[in-house]
């Protein structure tokens, strides 16, 4: 049962977001992270994407939340499958989006690997991510702003205002508590996957 979707694309921070909730209790938090350190979410998101087998709390199971892809792309399914569901759109400058992105998750796609998991990981995510969300014209960078924003601005519609937070993770701990009615923890709120620590933790998986 999710009791927190995040909304937001990758690279809006959404590893930090996952990190916050976690520490106020909401965890654990699905994130791409996730399928990268567990083979096993690889075949079950293909049966998602490939099979549509859209079996949330099945998918879901043992998870109180998700940020980034794969959930961000069925946000819809999962706003309306999870009614009670608080809503969370991490947001940033489309233009610093799309240079984070192009610089990390996308360019991390175009690594050559001979490992079968990493064969399989990369064939889901560009089905997912890069030709399904963005139709295969990443690289066109106003194409991919352009997507990025309707993203957006089609969750600021369709999900009701009291359900949905529009945060910032530079804004800290203060707007998401009191989003999720949850007390301030006395430490800092947590900021990590920038793109020195993401190109780090991919080198590291390429054994470099």
Known sequence: ?????????????????????????????????????DPEQIDRWA???ENGDRNWDEVYRGYRATV????????????????????????????????????SIYRAGSIHTDDPVGVRRRRLVRRLVWEGDFGGRFEDAEHAMAVFTEHNDAVRREVPAGRLLEFRVSQGWKPLCRFLGVPVPGEPFPRTNDRREFAERVAQRQGR
């Open 1 to 37: 049962m999710l009791d927190v979707i995040g909304a937001g694309f990758g690279r809006t921070g959404t590893l930090s977001l996952k990190l916050a909730l976690e520490r106020l209790g909401f965890g654990p938090c699905h994130h791409m992270i996730e399928i990268i350190d």
């Open 68 to 103: 980034d892809w794969p959930g961000v792309a069925f946000w819809r399914e999962l706003v309306e499958h999870y009614p009670e569901a608080k809503v969370i759109l991490t947001v940033r400058d489309p233009k610093s989006w799309y240079e984070s992105a192009r610089e």
């Open 47 to 49: 049966r998602v994407i």
